[in-house]
Structure formats: C-alpha cells, structure tokens
C-alpha cells in the first residue's frame, strides 16, 4: 500500500515496497506524484527504473529521499533530496512548473 502524504502525494518506504505489484496497481488507480524513501528501502533496482518510467509517462513526479554519498550509486537522471521536507518542496515546485507549461 501506498502511503499517501499530503494532496495526491503518494510515499513508498519499506513498509510498502515489499509487494511490487500492489504498488503498480494503486499507481494505475491513483493518479500520484511520487517520493520513494530510498534510506530505507532495500529493493531491487529494476522496480525502481520502472516506477521512474511509469511516473514520467504520466507527466508525474518521482523523487528519491537518498543521502548524498549514496547518490552517486544510481542514475543520474533521477531526482534525489536527502529530506522529505526537501521531496515534498521538490514536488511542490514540480507542480507550479507543469501548471506554467514548463
């Protein structure tokens, strides 16, 4: 289940990650932006990639709460803050932007 965190912000840790599937199929009903908290998640990198297409298909943010020395480890494409103070604020401004047509 995803947890959700404020207007139509859904958050995925490791309370929530364990079923792939489940997660896929909330995402399909739910039209959600997206914080994965990486500090805590240990899951497998392929899910992760397909939850970064999926949410960039359906013009959504996705962003990764991850510490600044892990984040060299992963794509540079994704998007990483080290708080969920600073995720929330990245999907804040993400919105503004895709109102102005950015």
Do not use: H
Not at 56 to 67: A, D, G, M, Q, T
Not at 73 to 99: G, H, M, S
């Amino acid at each position: 289940m995803i947890k959700i965190e404020g207007s139509d912000i859904g958050l995925i840790d490791d309370s929530n990650v364990n079923n792939e599937e489940n997660c896929k199929r909330e995402l399909v009903l739910q039209d959600l932006d997206i914080i994965v908290d990486f500090k805590k998640i240990v899951s497998k990198i392929s899910f992760l990639e397909e939850l970064f297409k999926y949410q960039k298909e359906k013009n959504r943010s996705i962003v990764f709460i991850l510490p600044v020395e892990q984040q060299i480890n992963y794509p540079e494409k994704w998007d990483f803050v080290p708080t969920k103070a600073e995720a929330l604020d990245f999907i804040f401004l993400e919105r503004i932007q895709r109102d102005l047509g950015f």
